[in-house]
């Protein structure tokens, strides 16, 4: 029997597959646990309209995460730490505090989103790169200077 899952299944597929399962199989868990809908014509014109709405609505969405990277590519963001005299300084820049600085900004950015490579202990503009999704990522300038 044919069926489109409706979530991922282990070991039989991913949401949206069209899949071939024993009968048995579709009706009494795949169905019954509204995992499934059998396959026909209506319900892959459903799957399809679906994917469609899901690829517009994605697209839109990279477009208005590739205008927040245009906009904060250009910025710098400025921390201000007490620095010994080696230039290293006593505390670290995290994800939260750089997401903190943003959302002054007017920008909503998860921290999870933010990817620091190493430690942002040292004086001195460090580069940090931030991925609003797989396909829109960029690199924002942070500069640590001496708090006096």
């Known amino acids: 029997m044919k069926v489109i899952l409706l979530k991922d299944v282990k070991n039989q597929g991913k949401r949206d597959d069209i899949i071939e399962v024993n009968d048995g199989y579709a009706n009494n868990f ?3 646990n509204k995992l499934a809908v059998p396959y026909s014509k209506k319900s892959k014109e459903v799957l399809d309209n679906e994917l469609e709405k899901r690829r517009i609505n994605e697209s839109k969405l990279i477009i208005s995460y590739q205008d927040i990277a245009k906009k904060l590519g250009e ?3 400025i ?3 007490k620095a010994g005299k080696d230039g290293k300084t006593f505390g ?3 994800s939260k505090q750089i997401q ?3 959302k002054k900004l007017g920008f909503n950015i998860d921290k999870k989103s933010i990817h620091i490579d190493h430690i942002l202990d ?3 503009v460090h580069k940090v790169t931030i991925e609003l999704h797989k ?3 960029f690199v924002l300038n942070i500069h640590i ?3 006096k």
């Open 100 to 102: 903190d600085e943003l």
């Open 145 to 147: 200077k001496e708090k």
């Open 30 to 32: 795949l169905i019954k």
């Open 75 to 77: 910025k710098e963001l």
């Open 122 to 124: 040292f004086l001195g």
């Open 92 to 94: 670290t820049i995290s």
């Open 135 to 137: 396909k829109v990522k």
């Open 79 to 81: 921390f201000f730490l």
